[in-house]
């Protein structure tokens, strides 16, 4: 495949040698086929095949994505898809956990060197026990999901997604996987002109690839990375501290953290809500209301509901819950978020979705001169609707403000 952008190095990312990294190559290409060679099929074998075996048979066209899955799925080309997709992302997650497993004793003193070295706090619970949503299965087939852990210490996990996040975006998500931490970033510079949030918190940071960018973007905040699983805090603060960026990290449940009322002036997430729960969500959303200042914004970025896309769309991005081990996928993209929001306390005139271009589409539209780490760097302008999602432009954002006055 051509590559897009080359996975930028750092110090705790593991090294791959020259098999691993041709057979991590060989699944990125792979997955690059499903999605541009198989995936493009799939819409006139719905409407040439499918569509009208089902009109032959009810006398009237599907009109939802459950009755277009169920006459896609005994089709032969859509089998072909969905089976090649599965194997692809497992084949991804074999061929990074071979350099993770050897590298494992020089990664987690690696991490403990590279904490060492920093000012910014590492908050660690050694009772800390992650949500079961989060270990009942391996999302996104990864082993081990988020949350397990081998050693003192561990972090394999953590590097397991570092490098495996980047196969699966096959490179759009930029050298540091941070295209969405950037495109948020981008969105907060030109809606919210004028904003200094003086402390941000990103709710389910992973490995704090989109966080790292509010402290690019925010200099003098306090900026925070929270998430359940202990080894992607370590590696996260590890990171970010072999990065140069000065970011604390803590294992907490976004449920339910240990920061003060109206601590933080802007909170982010980056598609954490879709991994986790129908009783989780609401109790994420009535946190960050409590966790806001008066007038502070939250921002989760994710892919759109449902009811933004056509009955056909639904059904191909449907296809993770299905066969991606992603439960809550399809789920989440059905309740109105709006509505939770104000539930929650939000002003119902202060919530609303919109669409955060792509950083890294823009930057490369724009013409500059390669990729850049700035967040600030020129970009084109483009108008986006509601509605888009990545890799079609943008990332949907469900944007929130607290009330001035209490
Ligand atoms: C898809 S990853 C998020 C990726 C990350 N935000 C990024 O931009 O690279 C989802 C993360 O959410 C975490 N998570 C799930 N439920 C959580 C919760 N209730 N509180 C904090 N983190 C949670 C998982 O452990 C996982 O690391």
């Given at each position: 495949m051509l590559n897009t952008f080359q996975q930028a190095s750092h110090p705790m990312l593991p090294v791959s040698n020259h098999d691993e990294a041709a057979r991590q190559e060989f699944a990125k290409s792979l997955k690059q086929f499903v999605q541009?060679?198989?995936?493009?099929g799939l819409a006139p074998v719905f409407t040439q095949r499918a569509a009208r075996a089902f009109e032959a048979e009810h006398g009237r066209a599907p009109t939802d994505r459950r009755e277009i899955r169920q006459v896609m799925e005994p089709d032969p080309y859509f089998q072909h898809y969905a089976a090649l997709n599965r194997i692809a992302q497992e084949l991804m997650w074999n061929a990074v956990i071979d350099p993770v497993e050897r590298q494992l004793p020089a990664l987690i003193e690696g991490a403990r060197h590279w904490s060492a070295t920093t000012r910014a706090e590492l908050r660690m619970d050694p009772d800390f026990v992650p949500p079961r949503y989060v270990t009942a299965l391996d999302i996104h087939?990864?082993?081990?999901?988020?949350a397990s852990e081998?050693?003192?210490?561990?972090?394999s996990v953590a590097a397991l997604y570092d490098r495996g996040a980047y196969l699966y975006g096959m490179g759009f998500a930029g050298p540091l996987n941070d295209d969405m931490g950037r495109s948020v970033c981008n969105y907060v510079q030109r809606q919210l002109p004028g904003f200094k949030p003086r402390r941000i918190l990103d709710m389910?940071?992973?490995?704090g690839h989109s966080t790292l960018p509010y402290k690019t973007l925010f200099p003098d905040a306090e900026v925070w990375g929270i998430d359940v699983g202990g080894p992607c805090i370590r590696y996260a603060h590890a990171r970010a501290a072999a990065l140069g960026v000065e970011v604390n990290f803590a294992q907490m449940n976004a449920e339910q953290t240990d920061f003060a009322d109206g601590h933080f002036d802007l909170i982010v997430s980056h598609i954490l809500l879709h991994e986790t729960s129908g009783k989780a969500m609401p109790r994420i959303v009535r946190e960050c209301h409590r966790l806001l200042s008066p007038g502070g914004y939250a921002i989760h970025a994710d892919l759109p509901p449902f009811?933004?896309?056509?009955p056909f769309t639904q059904f191909i991005l449907d296809n993770e819950t299905w066969y991606?081990?992603?439960?809550f996928w399809g789920a989440m993209r059905e309740i109105d978020q709006v509505q939770l929001a104000i539930d929650a306390g939000f002003p119902a005139d202060s919530v609303a979705f919109a669409t955060a271009p792509m950083a890294i589409l823009e930057s490369t539209a724009a013409g500059a001169?390669?990729?850049?780490?700035?967040?600030t760097s020129s970009v084109a302008e483009r108008e986006f609707t509601a509605g888009e999602f990545a890799p079609g432009g943008g990332w949907e954002v469900l944007v929130a403000r607290k009330a001035v006055q209490a």
């Open positions: 541009q060679g198989l995936l493009p087939c990864m082993p081990g999901g988020y081998v050693a003192p210490g561990d972090v389910g940071c992973t490995v009811d933004l896309m056509s991606n081990n992603e439960p001169a390669g990729y850049t780490q700035d967040a």
